[in-house]
C-alpha cells in the first residue's frame, strides 16, 4: 500500500514539474515575440525621428501594394539619396562687444549634380545670405561655398567638400518631349521637413515666369504636384525618377501652395549649370547696343527695340547699326529698330533676350532692322556680355 502511494506521488510530482516546464518555454517565446514587436517599433519610431527610412526586416513589409505604388516607393528611394537641405543663415557684429553671431536666414531644398560636390539650387534660396550649409541625405552637414549664379535663370551652384561615395549625382533627363498630363514627382524639404514626395502631372508647358532679376525665363514647366516654400531648389522628376526641372515658384496669393507650381525646365540646366561651374556666370551674348526702354517703345506703338546708342569696338558698331541722336532743335532723329535675328522675329526686349540665349559669343547672326522705311539685313558678330 506505502509502495503504491510513493509511486502516485511520484507521478504527480513529475505531472506538476512537466506543467511548469512547458509554461516557462510558452512564456519564453512570448518575450521572444514581444520583444521583436518592441524592437520593430522602436525601429519605425526612431526612423520618423530621424526623418528618414530605416528598413523593417522583410517579414514585416507590405505584401498588398500595387505595381504604381511600388513604382513610386522605389523611385523616392533612389531618388532621395540625391536630394539635399540647405540652410542658409547671415553674421551679424555686435556693435559694443565685436562679437560675430550667425542668425539663421532661411531653407530650400537642392540636388547633387556631379561627383566633384557641385550642388544645384535656386538663386533666390541663397540670396543675400553669408553663409549656406548643405544637409546630404545621410544627415551629414556640409559648409557650402558659392561657386557661380545666374540671377535671370534663379539658378546658383554651390560646392561642397564631401567624400565621393556620400555624392550620388541625379540622373538627367530632358524637358523638349514632355507632355501635358505625364506624371511628375517633386522631392523637396518644405517647411523645413526633410526628403518630402509630392506626385501630381504636368498641367501646361511653354509657359514664362520672370525671375528674381526681372528677366523673363521661358518655356517654364506648370505642375499640380505640391510645392511649398522649401520645395524651391528641388527637382522635378519624370515617372523613370529622371531629372526635368528645377522647381523654382508657386503662384499662390497667401505663398502656400494653391495648385499651381512651376518648374524651370532641364534642358536650361545643361547649358547654365556648366557656364556656371566653370566661369561663375554665364557667358551670354551680346550685341552691343543700349536700347530704348519698353515704355518708350510702346508710347511709339512700333514693335521691335530702338537702339539708343552703340558701344564703339563692339559688333553692333562693326555692323555699322545706327544709334539715335538728336539734332540742335532737340528733336530726336531714331536709329535702327532691331525686328529679327536669323528667322527669329523680335517684337520687344524680352524677344531678344530669349533669343540671344540659343547663340554663344562669336557666333555670326543676320540682324534684321527697320531704318526709317527701309528694312535692312546686317551681318553681325556677338560679342560676350560683361
Known sequence: MMRNTLKIMLWGAMLIVGFISGTAWSDKGTLKEDSNALKNETLTDASETLGHTISAPPSHKRKDLNKEELATINLFQEAASSVAFITTSNLRQDYWTRNVTEIERGTGSAFIWDKEGHIVTNFHVIQGA????????????????????????????????APRNKLLPIPVGASSDLLVGQSVYAIGNPFGLDQTLTTGVISALGREIASVSGAPIKDVI??????????????????????????????????????????????????????????????????????????????????????????????????????????????????????????????????????????????????????????MELALVLDEAN
Not at 561655398?145 to 534663379?154: F, T, Y
Open 130 to 161: 553669408d553663409k549656406a550649409t548643405v544637409t546630404l541625405a545621410d544627415q551629414s552637414t556640409w559648409p557650402a561655398k558659392l561657386v557661380g549664379h545666374a540671377a535671370e535663370k534663379d539658378l546658383a551652384i554651390l560646392k561642397i567638400e
Open 222 to 375: 506648370q505642375t499640380d504636384a505640391a510645392i511649398n516654400p522649401g520645395n524651391s531648389g528641388g527637382p522635378l522628376l519624370d515617372s523613370s525618377g529622371r531629372l526635368i526641372g528645377v522647381n523654382t515658384a508657386i503662384y499662390s496669393p497667401s505663398g502656400a501652395y494653391a495648385g499651381i507650381g512651376f518648374s524651370i525646365p532641364v534642358d536650361v540646366l545643361k547649358w547654365v549649370v556648366p557656364d556656371l561651374i566653370n566661369h561663375g556666370k554665364l557667358l551670354r551674348p551680346t550685341i552691343g547696343v543700349e536700347l530704348a526702354s519698353s515704355q518708350f517703345m510702346s508710347r511709339l506703338r512700333v514693335d521691335g527695340v530702338l537702339v539708343i546708342n552703340v558701344v564703339r569696338g563692339s559688333g553692333a558698331d562693326k555692323a555699322g547699326i545706327i544709334p539715335t541722336t538728336r539734332d540742335r532743335s532737340g528733336r530726336f532723329n531714331f536709329g535702327d529698330i532691331i525686328i529679327g535675328m536669323d528667322d527669329k522675329e523680335i517684337t520687344s526686349h524680352n524677344d531678344l533676350m530669349l533669343v540671344l540665349e540659343s547663340y554663344k559669343p562669336g557666333d555670326e547672326v543676320k540682324l534684321r532692322v527697320l531704318r526709317g522705311e527701309d528694312e
